[in-house]
C-alpha cells in the first residue's frame, strides 16, 4: 500500500483555507496511487487553538468544514486527520482531541488522544478530556497502531499512569494479532535539541517492538511556536528510511512493502541551521498571519539588530524590510557605517532619523523637574523611548510591522528599556541567548558577508552613555548565558549553580535580576520560541512576590 504522509501549514480557526490545503494534498496523493493520506494533530482547526475550544461558534463551523470536507475527499482515498471531536456526556470536558479516518464520505475509524500534556507551553487539560484506550486500525491487511502527538511520549515524559503504545500491543497480543507499523499524528514544536530526544525515543519503540514507526507532524510558525515538520519513516531497526523537508510543507510517499521513501532533509540535525530556519519560517508566519506585508526596524549597528534584519530579508525578502538608523549624541560614526553597510549588502531600504534634536528637547522639557539631580538611567531611557515612538509611527504610517531586536540574555536581566528598544510586535530573537546570536550571525556569513565583521567582532554596547559598554554593568556573556541555561532551563537553584564553580554572588545578581524584571517580560512583544524554556505563556511566574533563595 502506498501511504502519503502529509505536514501542512495550517491557519488557526480558518477552516476554509485548512480545508482547501487539506483536499489539495488528499487528491495529489490520490494521484500518486496512495490508498492512505495521513495529516498532522488537530489539522483541521490549527494547533493550538486555545480559548477558540471555548466558543461554540468555532466548534459549529469546525463540524461543518468537516462535513464538507469528508464530501469532498477523493472517493476511495482514506484520510486519516486529527481534528476536534465533541463529546455528548455530561461529565468533564466537552471535546477530544481526536483522530478520524474518512473515506467516501464517511468516518470509518476514529482514536483519541490520551496524554494531554499540560506543562510549558501546553495546556491541554484546559479543553480535552482524555480519550480512552485506542482499538487498532484494519486497513488494506495492514494492522495499525494509531497514536496522537503525546501517546507516544510516555517512555521520555514517564509521569503518565498509561502508556497508549504499549496497551495497543498488548491489544495485538490478545487478538492473536501482528501491528505492521506504529502512526503517530503529531504538533510538536521545535526547540533546540529536541529531535535528538524525539529520533532517539522512536528508535526505542520501534527496537522494542519490533515495528515500523510512521510521524507526521505540523510545520510552520503559530504565534511564538515553531513547528518543524520533520515526518519520517522508520524501520524495525529504527533506521530512517524516508524524512519530509523541515520547515516546509510537503507531501511524502512510503510504502509499506518496504517501509521506503524519499529522505529530503538531512538525517543528522544541524541545530545551528536549524534555529536560523526555524525562525526565518516562523517570522514569514507570523507576518503572512497576521495581515501584514512589510516589517521595520531599528539598525544600530550592533549584532542583535543586524542579525534580526537578516532574518527577516531571510523570510519577506529584501523589498519588505526598512531598517532604520536612530543616531544619538553617543552613537559612534562606526555604528552608523555598520548600519548602512548592513542594509546595503542585505538590499533592504534605510533610513537615517538623528534623534539629537528630540533628545535635547526632552531634556530641556524636564530639566524643571529634575533640578539639579545628575544624569542616570533616565536619560538613557530617554533615547530608547525616542526611537521606540519614532519607529512606532514608521510602522503605523506605512503599515510595516515592527520588529523588536532585543535577545533572550538581554531580557532575563532586564537590559532593555520598556517602551523604547522593546516596542514592537514581535521579538525575533528574545529567545536566543548572546552567545547564539553570535553563532547564528556567523552561520548569516557561511556563504558571504551580510553581516559586516566589525558588528561582529566589536564589543557590544548600546551606546547611551559615553564608552558604555555592556560588560559594565553584566557579567561576560559566556558566563551569563551559561547561568541562565542552567537556571531557567534546567531549574538549579542558586548553590547548585555556585558549586558548579560559578562565582555564588554573580549568580545571586543574576536570579535577583531575573526576578525583579517579570514586569517587563510581561509587557514584551511576543517572542519566538527556541530553547526549553522562553520567556512567555510557557514560563509562568507571579510579578508580585517576594521569595528568594
Not at 21 to 29: E, Q, Y
Not at 38 to 52: H, N, R, T
Amino acid at each position: 500500500m502506498q501511504i502519503a504522509l502529509i505536514q501542512m501549514n495550517p491557519v488557526i480557526g480558518d477552516f476554509a483555507v485548512n480545508s482547501g490545503k487539506i483536499l489539495a494534498r488528499a487528491r495529489a496523493a490520490a494521484e500518486l496511487g496512495c490508498e492512505l493520506a495521513i495529516f498532522p494533530e488537530l489539522a483541521l482547526s490549527g494547533y493550538p487553538p486555545q480559548d477558540l475550544l471555548d466558543r461554540n461558534s468555532f466548534l459549529a463551523d469546525h463540524d461543518l468544514a468537516l462535513q464538507r470536507l469528508a464530501g469532498d475527499l477523493p472517493p476511495g482515498l482514506a484520510v486519516l486527520l486529527g481534528c476536534v471531536e465533541q463529546r455528548p456526556a455530561a461529565r468533564g470536558r466537552r471535546l477530544y482531541n481526536a483522530a478520524l479516518l474518512l473515506r467516501d464520505g464517511a468516518i470509518q475509524y476514529r482514536v483519541r488522544k490520551q496524554l494531554l500534556p499540560s506543562y510549558d507551553v501546553f495546556d491541554e487539560r484546559r479543553y480535552f478530556e482524555p480519550g480512552p484506550a485506542a482499538q487498532l486500525l484494519q486497513l488494506g491487511g495492514l494492522t495499525l497502531a494509531v497514536t496522537i502527538c503525546e501517546d507516544i511520549w510516555q517512555a521520555e515524559i514517564g509521569h503518565y499512569g498509561i502508556d497508549p503504545v504499549r496497551d495497543l500491543f498488548d491489544l495485538a497480543e490478545e487478538r492473536g494479532q501482528r501491528i505492521d507499523a506504529v502512526l503517530n499524528l503529531s504538533a510538536s514544536p521545535f526547540q533546540r535539541d529536541k529531535e535528538r530526544v524525539r529520533l532517539g525515543l522512536f528508535r526505542g519503540i520501534c527496537a522494542s517492538h519490533q515495528v515500523p514507526l510512521l510521524f507526521v507532524n505540523q510545520v510552520g510558525g503559530q504565534d511564538s511556536l515553531l513547528f518543524g515538520g520533520r515526518s519520517l519513516v522508520m524501520d524495525r531497526q529504527g533506521r530512517i528510511t524516508a524524512k519530509a523537508l523541515e520547515f516546509a510543507e510537503d507531501l511524502l510517499v512510503v510504502d509499506s512493502e518496504t517501509w521506503q521513501g524519499e529522505i529530503r532533509s538531512p538525517v543528522e540535525e544541524d541545530e545551528l541551521a536549524a534555529v536560523h530556519d526555524g525562525l526565518v519560517m516562523g517570522l514569514a508566519d507570523y507576518v503572512r498571519k497576521c495581515g501584514f506585508r512589510s516589517v521595520v526596524l531599528g539598525l544600530s549597528g550592533g549584532i542583535d539588530s543586524a542579525l534580526t534584519a537578516a532574518l527577516a530579508v531571510a523570510a519577506l525578502g529584501p523589498e519588505n524590510v526598512l531598517g532604520v538608523a536612530l543616531p544619538s549624541p553617543y552613537s559612534s560614526d562606526e555604528s552608523l557605517a555598520d548600519a548602512r553597510a548592513l542594509a546595503t549588502n542585505l538590499g533592504c531600504s534605510f533610513e537615517v532619523i538623528p534623534i539629537a534634536p528630540l533628545f535635547t528637547a526632552f531634556r530641556a522639557s524636564l530639566a524643571p523637574l529634575f533640578a539639579d539631580r545628575p544624569e542616570d538611567l533616565t536619560e538613557q531611557n530617554l533615547q530608547a523611548r525616542i526611537r521606540g515612538n519614532l519607529l512606532m509611527a514608521l510602522s503605523n504610517k506605512f503599515g510595516h510591522l515592527l520588529l523588536s531586536t532585543g535577545n533572550k540574555s538581554e531580557l532575563a536581566v532586564g537590559y532593555c528599556t520598556l517602551y523604547g528598544d522593546m516596542s514592537g510586535g514581535l521579538g525575533v530573537i528574545a529567545d536566543v541567548p548572546k552567545q547564539l546570536v553570535y553563532e547564528l550571525a556567523r552561520y548569516v556569513n557561511r556563504r558571504q558577508e551580510l553581516i559586516p565583521e566589525r558588528t561582529i567582532t566589536r564589543p557590544p554596547t548600546a551606546e547611551l552613555k559615553p564608552g558604555q559598554c555592556d560588560q559594565d554593568d553584566l557579567p561576560p556573556y559566556e558566563i551569563l548565558d551559561r547561568i541562565l541555561e542552567l537556571y531557567l532551563e534546567q531549574g538549579l537553584g542558586v548553590a547548585a549553580i555556585a558549586a558548579l564553580g560559578f562565582d555564588e554572588a554573580v549568580v545571586r545578581d543574576v536570579v535577583r535580576r531575573i526576578q525583579v524584571n517579570e514586569y517587563k517580560r510581561k509587557q514584551a512583544p511576543l517572542g519566538l520560541k527556541v530553547t526549553s524554556k522562553a520567556f512567555g505563556f510557557g514560563r509562568r511566574y507571579p510579578n508580585v512576590q517576594n521569595y528568594h533563595e
